[in-house]
């Protein structure tokens, strides 16, 4: 054998040796633990972050602390067995940079107590997850979380199912959920496959702006002129849509089986305003997959088409609107999609009340 090839042979077989040794320490074909962190899952953990570049707080330290089942929640910490409502969703649900004391489903669940109802809220947000990786959750982390029998689940979703057109439709193909081949468990547990995905979702959310960044708002020009492709609209209605409506229904029958009552929630974002009726979107032109322009007005048009698609499959009484308030205003969020202290506590205000009249609270 010419050394030159004995040379390449013995690098290869050294290169697969180390991708073997990190996957074993690192990846979660041994370790449940490192399975979760894998899918971006974080346990008993506290941090604190200073929040003064994106908002105006008296102290601009805030904490954020998660238990050993990796749920965020003060008067639910390492107790799964009191948790009434578990909240699930991405980053709005998470809300990283909000302190324990003020994320909204401390205010839901301080407005439910006020009202005579003793029920606790558990948040299992996972930052940047989408329906998909809901679905995972469900498969792979609440089956770990002893003695979690919420008796509603709130779904939080539809902003990071917005991109989910074409090509990145394949990730979310439903049968991948359902089979439980090898391609499967390398996405559950290879440390390396999910380290390429976060940074391919990080890339994502530079380019689509969904990273937590301080926004001026006074700076943004809104127009009332739609833009939205046409065959934009013909690819979402034949790719995300189908692919959402199932990802739905997987997640209403997965909380049927748990002798729970599944409750969706739209989203609002400042890509666009509404008043009075009239929606106010952002001026700036965007493009799914390079091409396909949209501006805050089509992107709403788009929204609710995956909000129509979620009544659809749930039932309209399932579904708490959010999406088409009116009175969200620039002081609710510190980006397109984040809000502030005084954004979670609207929203959780907005949930209960809502919530209230639902025929689980009576």
Same mark, same amino acid.
């Given at each position: 054998?010419?050394?030159?090839?004995?040379?390449?042979?013995?690098?290869?077989?050294?290169?697969?040796?180390?991708?073997?040794?990190?996957?074993?320490?690192?990846?979660?074909?041994?370790?449940?633990?490192?399975?979760?962190?894998?899918?971006?899952?974080?346990?008993?953990?506290?941090?604190?972050?200073?929040?003064?570049?994106?908002?105006?707080?008296?102290?601009?330290?805030?904490?954020?602390?998660?238990?050993?089942?990796?749920?965020?929640?003060?008067?639910?910490?390492?107790?799964?067995?009191?948790?009434?409502?578990?909240?699930?969703?991405?980053?709005?649900?998470?809300?990283?940079?909000?302190?324990?004391?003020?994320?909204?489903?401390?205010?839901?669940?301080?407005?439910?107590?006020?009202?005579?109802?003793?029920?606790?809220?558990?948040?299992?947000?996972?930052?940047?997850?989408?329906?998909?990786?809901?679905?995972?959750?469900?498969?792979?982390?609440?089956?770990?979380?002893?003695?979690?029998?919420?008796?509603?689940?709130?779904?939080?979703?539809?902003?990071?199912?917005?991109?989910?057109?074409?090509?990145?439709?394949?990730?979310?193909?439903?049968?991948?959920?359902?089979?439980?081949?090898?391609?499967?468990?390398?996405?559950?547990?290879?440390?390396?496959?999910?380290?390429?995905?976060?940074?391919?979702?990080?890339?994502?959310?530079?380019?689509?702006?969904?990273?937590?960044?301080?926004?001026?708002?006074?700076?943004?020009?809104?127009?009332?002129?739609?833009?939205?492709?046409?065959?934009?609209?013909?690819?979402?209605?034949?790719?995300?849509?189908?692919?959402?409506?199932?990802?739905?229904?997987?997640?209403?029958?997965?909380?049927?089986?748990?002798?729970?009552?599944?409750?969706?929630?739209?989203?609002?974002?400042?890509?666009?305003?509404?008043?009075?009726?009239?929606?106010?979107?952002?001026? =700036? *032109?965007?493009?799914?997959? $390079?091409? #396909?322009?949209?501006?805050?007005? %089509?992107?709403? !048009? +788009?929204?609710? @088409?995956?909000?129509?698609?979620?009544?659809?499959?749930?039932?309209?009484?399932?579904?708490?609107?959010?999406?088409?308030?009116?009175?969200? =205003? *620039?002081?609710?969020?510190? $980006?397109? #999609?984040?809000?502030?202290?005084? %954004?979670?506590? !609207? +929203?959780?205000? @907005?949930?209960?009340?809502?919530?209230?009249?639902?025929?689980?609270?009576?």
């Amino acid at each position: 054998m010419p050394k030159k090839l004995k040379l390449i042979l013995i690098n290869i077989v050294i290169l697969l040796i180390g991708v073997l040794i990190i996957e074993l320490c690192f990846g979660g074909w041994l370790s449940n633990s490192n399975q979760l962190s894998n899918l971006g899952i974080i346990k008993d953990v506290k941090f604190e972050f200073d929040v003064s570049y994106l908002y105006q707080r008296d102290n601009p330290i805030i904490t954020y602390t998660r238990d050993k089942y990796g749920l965020r929640g003060v008067s639910t910490y390492n107790e799964p067995e009191k948790i009434n409502i578990l909240t699930v969703g991405g980053s709005t649900t998470d809300q990283r940079y909000l302190d324990d004391s003020q994320t909204w489903q401390e205010v839901l669940e301080k407005e439910l107590q006020q009202n005579g109802k003793q029920l606790y809220v558990s948040n299992a947000g996972v930052d940047g997850q989408s329906t998909y990786g809901h679905l995972k959750s469900t498969e792979i982390w609440f089956p770990k979380v002893e003695k979690l029998k919420p008796e509603i689940i709130l779904f939080y979703v539809g902003i990071n199912d917005f991109f989910t057109i074409n090509g990145d439709s394949k990730y979310d193909n439903i049968q991948e959920l359902e089979s439980r081949g090898f391609k499967s468990q390398i996405k559950d547990k290879s440390v390396l496959y999910n380290a390429y995905r976060k940074l391919k979702g990080m890339q994502k959310a530079t380019k689509f702006e969904v990273g937590h960044r301080k926004i001026n708002f006074a700076r943004i020009p809104y127009t009332k002129e739609e833009v939205v492709n046409e065959k934009l609209l013909e690819i979402y209605g034949e790719a995300n849509l189908k692919g959402f409506k199932r990802r739905i229904q997987k997640l209403v029958d997965y909380t049927k089986r748990m002798n729970a009552i599944p409750i969706f929630i739209t989203q609002p974002t400042l890509h666009y305003k509404i008043r009075n009726g009239v929606v106010f979107g952002t001026e =700036n *032109i965007q493009y799914l997959e $390079d091409k #396909y322009a949209y501006n805050g007005v %089509g992107y709403l !048009k +788009l929204l609710n @088409k995956l909000n129509d698609a979620m009544k659809e499959v749930a039932g309209s009484t399932s579904v708490i609107d959010l999406t088409n308030d009116e009175d969200w =205003n *620039i002081i609710d969020f510190y $980006d397109y #999609y984040h809000m502030t202290p005084t %954004g979670a506590k !609207k +929203l959780g205000e @907005k949930i209960y009340q809502k919530l209230s009249t639902f025929d689980v609270l009576k």
